[in-house]
């Protein structure tokens, strides 16, 4: 069984540009084998603005799994429920939005991490995190394979968090910080105005203090252009596509070519 091998942790380690692809609506796990092929980097799975249920996720990170292609889930909340059972499902990693203290990001660290790292409760028998009993080494080599390779990715969405980027940063074990760009220019009085100086601003700073404390900035952004501009601007994750995005895209661009054609006839 595929569990915990390393595979984003090492491609983090490196540094590398991660493209995700995220899933908000679907629940067949054909748009995963979709996402693969079509040459991205890693899927994310959303909780936080989703209405798939537990078990639907569970059998998304396991399709993910076998399929060798890295998997993230955005928790909807921070608590020990939330992110626990999430993880027995032996994703590559969490991202945890609305992060606004450093109080808060060590408290999702420890949360995350079987102890002595954390406090996390250790499932060895059941959930696919234990696979079913399969570790050579039995706990041991569990616990000491997941610590090592979750990761963990937070967001930067609130001007909170833009006041503190230093001190939520450098708290060891934050892989990933990520701007979300909605919820960030609502905070700052500036909603929809993702082209105003302040905005654009505010992002640079989040880069720089990724930079600065050693963790891969990334901006969610479903326009080709600012993706392109993040990433010649240090941006190493981005949130890229999102299926019921791509729907309706398709959707509209599909019917009205078929309207242009009728309308030449």
């Known amino acids: 069984m595929r569990v915990c091998e390393g595979q984003l942790r090492r491609r983090v380690d490196n540094k590398d540009l991660l493209v995700f692809a995220c899933i908000i609506d679907s629940r067949s796990s054909s748009v995963i084998e979709v996402f693969q092929e079509a040459g991205f980097d890693?899927?994310?799975?959303?909780?936080?603005?989703?209405a798939l249920n537990h078990e639907t996720i569970m059998d998304h990170i396991r399709v993910a799994r076998a399929l060798g292609f890295p998997c993230m889930v955005r928790v909807a909340e921070d608590t020990y429920h939330e992110l626990n059972r999430t993880l027995d499902q032996a994703p590559d990693g969490v991202?945890?939005?609305?992060?606004?203290?450093?109080?808060?990001?060590?408290?999702?660290?420890r949360t995350v991490k079987y102890p002595p790292l954390g406090m996390r409760g250790l499932a060895g028998s059941t959930c696919p995190v234990s696979k079913y009993r399969g570790w050579s080494r039995g706990v041991v080599?569990?616990?000491?394979?997941?610590?090592?390779?979750?990761?963990?990715?937070?967001?930067?969405?609130t001007a909170e968090a833009l006041e503190r980027l230093d001190e939520i940063l450098s708290v060891k074990g934050v892989d990933m910080a990520v701007v979300g760009p909605d919820d960030l220019g609502m905070n700052l009085g500036?909603?929809?105005?993702?082209?105003?100086?302040?905005?654009?601003?505010?992002?640079?700073?989040?880069?720089?203090?990724?930079?600065?404390?050693?963790?891969?900035?990334?901006?969610?952004?479903?326009?080709?252009?600012?993706?392109?501009?993040?990433?010649?601007?240090?941006?190493?994750?981005?949130?890229?596509?999102?299926d019921i995005g791509l729907v309706w895209t398709a959707a509209v661009r599909t019917m009205n070519d078929l309207k242009q054609r009728l309308a030449g006839e």
């Not at 080599?141 to 969405?157: A, F, H, S």
């Open 190 to 242: 500036l909603p929809g105005q993702l082209e105003s100086k302040p905005y654009l601003d505010a992002v640079q700073r989040v880069i720089a203090a990724c930079d600065k404390c050693g963790v891969l900035p990334g901006v969610a952004t479903g326009d080709p252009d600012a993706a392109a501009h993040w990433i010649r601007c240090g941006a190493k994750v981005i949130w890229y596509a999102a």
């Open 42 to 50: 890693a899927l994310l799975i959303d909780r936080e603005h989703s």
């Open 141 to 157: 080599e569990q616990i000491e394979t997941v610590n090592r390779n979750t990761v963990v990715g937070i967001q930067i969405e």
């Open 95 to 109: 991202f945890v939005p609305r992060v606004k203290t450093r109080e808060q990001v060590e408290r999702i660290l």
